[in-house]
């Protein structure tokens, strides 16, 4: 697998996917709007960054790339999609553009865009259940999944950024709200490379610490890129954050200062990788990820 | 078992039930408001149907309520809440009353309301892998309550629901919304309780077509009730479906029709029992749950 690299896997598995995704979606045997909103927001692309974690955390324990593994990467994909389709609502952030497209309810309206939202969320939980993994790993995957996009993750994160709108927080407060936003759901990605692969615990432990820090440096990278980049080269509305008085690591720290930020965060996340490393685990993929944050 | 009763289920289970609900929301270690939210739709009453058929069908096979029966159940009502946050929603069917109080988003604000939905939905599988079920069993469960609550089921129905207020429906197409809407979630609930009770595929069958006529009456009844009740009994907007040109059964049917059309779904469902009965099973409680619906 020494040869293998990430954009190897973007052209291979994560085409795969999106294949698979496109097609379970098509085959809902549902109501025709609803089937369609779910699909707009699902293909409407994106870098499927959490899928690619699971791909390539499998990959570096010479896990192959299986029906199973491909089913935990697009249930993942699926929730993560639902959470962009709810924090679009015009009650959340009322945005209009994502990934250079209208809105899911710009197109189909905030009701369907609500029931879209819950629809995505529900068949992961189905697809992830089909995936023929054995049925003590398959739970541990309900389980951290649903902990990771629950009130104790994800959706806590939501509320806090939602609620933290009206108000200045301090830089803890601004972590534990993108640990839940963001970290929660990268950090299973990770995870959920290391079940499928069958790691022991120590490895689980140390993918766990650095799933953290990867989904960190994801955020102060995207608040930095927030107010250093350009609408066109995000597909979506840019300076917004500042606009509307959100809580940023360029808001909290200046922009110098988060980017030192991010660079102390992804040194630690390459000591994790050398822990990683001396245990014998091979750690190109996981260094090329960490690349996608340069600066 | 055959000194059981629907009203002792109702003041033994049902009760600790729903200490165990607010428990369970009280110990989430998350954002204040959030917490407060779910706990505020979840605690707010209803008759907990749903529980109540998961613990009537564990004890018509003689099956003991655990915290398996507890888990299932309780993720079970944590779903139905979701819904039903959602459902009240301004953009869906906007209403302000739900079991005699303002529904959430008149509470919490409309952000939160979909942020607790969302949670409720999430919270709902991490309970449900807590149970102490076997993995097979298990996975089964969480596979059946995906299916149930998802786009071929619950939101489905939603959003023929959403989508057919500007048109006339068909009674078939009527049929669909509700097997879907209400249908699902309740065929679930007996189904789970045949799975925690471990019964033959025979039963489980039978179960599962009975859980399809009761979900039929259910929804029935709940059109008729909606043009002969008051606000006062129902602890909510009646006449509304009406009012908004709602398809509905007595909309459809007209009321006498209606009535009919209930009576035959109750005497099919009477059927099932017999079915069951022949085969050794105590149906005393199932009985009892359909007196529900006398009109």
Partial sequence: MSNNSIS??????????NRQMEAR????????????AM????????????????????????????????????????????????????EMDNDELRRGKPTNHKVYGQAMAVLAGDALLTEAFEWLTEAGISPVDNLKL????????????MVDGQSRDILGEKQQLTLEQLKVLHAG?????ITYAFEAG??????SDQHQALLREFGL??????????????????????????????????????????????????????????????QLNDLGVQTELFDELLGYFKI
């Fill in 8 to 17: 190897k896997l973007q052209a291979s598995e994560i085409n795969e996917l």
């Fill in 25 to 36: 979606l098509n085959s809902l045997d549902n109501q025709d709007t609803l089937r369609a």
């Fill in 39 to 90: 699909r707009y927001s699902v293909m409407a692309g994106g870098k499927r960054i959490r899928p690619l974690i699971v791909f390539a955390t499998c990959a570096s324990f010479q896990t192959p790339i299986s029906e199973a593994v491909f089913a935990v990467a697009g249930s993942l994909e699926f929730i993560h999609t639902y959470s962009l389709i709810h924090d679009d609502l015009p």
């Fill in 142 to 153: 309900v389980h951290k999944l649903a902990k990771a996009a629950g009130p104790k993750g």
């Fill in 181 to 185: 936003k963001t970290g929660a759901l």
């Fill in 194 to 199: 290391g079940i499928l692969a069958g790691v």
């Fill in 213 to 274: 820090l990867f989904g960190l440096a994801f955020q102060i990278y995207d608040d930095i890129l927030d107010v250093t980049s350009t609408q066109e080269k995000m597909g979506k509305a840019v300076h917004k954050d500042s606009l509307e008085h959100k809580n940023t690591y360029p808001a909290l720290l200046g922009l110098n200062e988060a980017k030192r930020s991010l660079e102390h965060t992804l040194s630690q996340a390459g000591n994790v990788l050398k």
